[in-house]
């Protein structure tokens, strides 16, 4: 009888952890939004004890397309349009806000307002120092993200003076948001784009250009933020994620991290 019973409890612990594994989710992909998902993933998990959604570091939207493609995650984020052959490839997007972009700086430069031609100016190399633009008297470091980051691709489509900008050979490649982030706030007289975020402003200083911040109305550039996933391998967690994030809760959390629900 003692044996039958050790079984048992054996088998039931066997089954509880496989469910709690099994209900683990990882959402991988792209920098863009990546706190406010983060915070999206936690009150998802609060709300239903035993779910487990975590938001990584950022692989890039490739990545995410590459891991969910290959079915080695369910579910991506990803902050620029599938191509025709992705989709081919049975993966579908689901769009669940847009996120502005945001140009900032180390505290250090002393500007708070740049108009368009300043910061074509600034990404150029012809403005070199932050005195130029009614700044301290600071070289200025720019900090770039390779051609393809979604954000570059937005702000040559929207900022002007940026569709056929070269971007000065002086300046300093991050290849992911964070790295971007991470360096301008450490190094003086830096410069850099990505996307917004209230976690932004409590380490950097995000500039208004031409005197709008990037949540007013008017500002120019943003990226939409989606969800991605492969035909036929939604699960149910994955499915009820989603639902999640495009609730009314969570287009309340979204909104209070600076982004922009897509109803």
């Known amino acids: 009888m003692n044996k039958r019973f050790l079984l048992y409890t054996i088998l039931a612990a066997s089954f509880c952890c496989h469910n709690a594994v099994a209900s683990d989710l990882e959402v991988v992909g792209t920098g863009d939004g990546m706190e406010l998902l983060q915070s999206i993933a936690a009150a998802y998990s609060t709300d239903r004890p035993g779910s487990a959604i975590t ?9 995410a397309v590459t891991a969910v493609g290959a079915e080695r995650n369910v579910l991506g984020r990803i902050a620029r349009p599938l191509s025709e052959k992705e989709r081919a490839q049975g993966l579908i997007e689901t769009p669940i806000m847009r996120i502005p972009s945001a140009i900032y700086v180390h505290r250090s430069a002393g500007v708070t307002d740049l108009t368009t031609n300043q910061l074509a100016g600034i990404y150029s190399g012809v403005i070199q120092n932050w005195n130029e633009v009614g700044g301290k008297d600071l070289r200025i470091k720019v900090v770039r993200r390779e ?7 937005v ?8 569709s056929d900008l070269k971007i000065t050979p002086r300046s300093k490649l991050a290849m992911t948001t964070q790295e971007a982030v991470e360096t301008v706030k450490d190094v003086e007289g830096a410069v850099g784009y990505g996307p917004y975020s209230r976690a932004l402003e409590a380490t950097t200083s995000v500039l208004r250009i031409s005197g709008k911040h ?4 008017g500002y ?3 990226v939409t933020l989606a969800l991605l996933y492969k035909e036929g391998r939604l699960t149910p967690e994955a499915e009820a994620f989603i639902k999640f994030v495009r609730s009314p809760k969570g287009h309340v ?4 991290w600076g982004g922009v629900p897509v109803r």
């Open 55 to 63: 938001v990584p570091p950022s692989i890039g939207s490739g990545g």
């Open 147 to 153: 051609e393809a980051d979604s954000t570059l691709l």
């Open 253 to 256: 959390l979204m909104s209070n």
């Open 220 to 222: 120019p550039s943003a």
């Open 214 to 217: 990037p949540i007013d109305d």
């Open 155 to 162: 702000l040559r489509s929207s900022m002007p003076g940026w």
